[in-house]
């Protein structure tokens, strides 16, 4: 149990004393994170206020305690909408928290990585100097990619004050979908024709029969595919004509009762089991040999598991039913049959889970790390699930 005191924070001004007088002590200061010790956990829960909405620009500039869900209802009302925010996939995350995580977008396989929709905004360093990134408008954001940079995954470099974030309109209509297919061969065809069309889904989200199972609360049989349809209505209606024709001749069952995607912000402790998400990235023609990787390794451990995620666009996510001494083993090999297939792994089990690692990347930011943090006294401790 730790006994870190919380410590709410509503102003760049407070974290940066802050900062500088835990450097003088060396106390340990976390931030979305488990405090591992006797220190300071901040709280920005109470820094949420919108400091600047301009919609004749598409930008809104906001703290890191603003809940995306409460940033997208405040941007829906002027028929706007902040993309990432746009499912209800993390909509309990607050700005900060899903810059922190790398910033996921359930929609990118049609609208493009969440780091496009931020432009910037300000860093406090561990040091408790503050640096302005980015800029208001694309123009500013050419040479080094530094808003990136900080915003790394659970790169613990920075802690973002003031975020620029770029907004686009509302949809004039929209159409849901929730099928099941007998396959993971049927779900990638599936995905085949979607990729097929002019255009694509807003957002895609699949999982297999036990991760879904779980996510949705209800037994699942065969693969579960939810994905959206978004533009105008006669481009939307034309879509759908065709996908109905598709469905009725591929045999995808509609959903009796249509769900969407799942709320995933806080899965790892709301949920039982191991849940590993925006580790491993497999293009989708490969993801059933993936999914065979896993089911062998699952029965020579005895552990139980499945997949789900953005098959679209390769991001898959894994559930173990329990974690065990042999979970780092399974996630080794995944990371290994990632590779083998042509995808990758994002190195966030490393990170969080076995941080010591000899990465180029993981090298640049332990020397970086140094400079700005010389007491080592920023996150510590354990990644608060």
Known sequence: ????????????????????????????VSLYRKPKSEGIALDFSEWKDIEVFDIDNLMVIVPPGTVLKDLNAIVSE???RFIPADTPAFEQLSVGEWAYRGCPNPSVWKYGAGKHFLLGGSYVLPNGDVTPVGGKCIKNVTGYDFTRFLTGAYADLAVGVRYII??????????????????????IELVHYLQSRPVPPAWL??????????????????????FELDGNEAEVQDYAKEMDAYLASSQGQIAAVPATIPELSRVEETMD????LDEFKVSYTAVATFAE?????????????????????GKIHLYLS??????????????AEAYALGGAASGKYDRLYAPKTNSPLAMLETAF??????QQIFNQGEVAQ
């Open 1 to 28: 149990m730790s006994d870190a005191a919380v410590k709410k924070v509503s102003s760049s001004e407070q974290l940066q004393e802050l900062f500088r007088q835990a450097q003088e002590q060396k106390i340990p």
């Open 78 to 80: 002027k028929g706007l």
């Open 166 to 187: 770029k907004l686009m309109p509302q949809p004039a209509f929209r159409k849901r979908y929730d099928v099941t297919v007998n396959s993971i061969k049927s779900a």
């Open 205 to 226: 989200f699949w999982a297999d029969e036990t991760a879904g199972s779980k996510l949705f609360g209800q037994p699942q049989k065969g693969q579960r595919i939810l």
């Open 273 to 276: 089991g191991f849940w590993l």
């Open 293 to 313: 990787k896993l089911a062998k390794l699952m029965a020579e451990k005895g552990v139980q598991g499945g997949l789900f995620g953005q098959l679209a666009d």
């Open 322 to 335: 329990q974690e065990t001494a042999n979970s780092k083993d399974i996630i080794t090999a995944l990371q």
């Open 369 to 374: 790390k140094q400079r700005i943090d010389p």
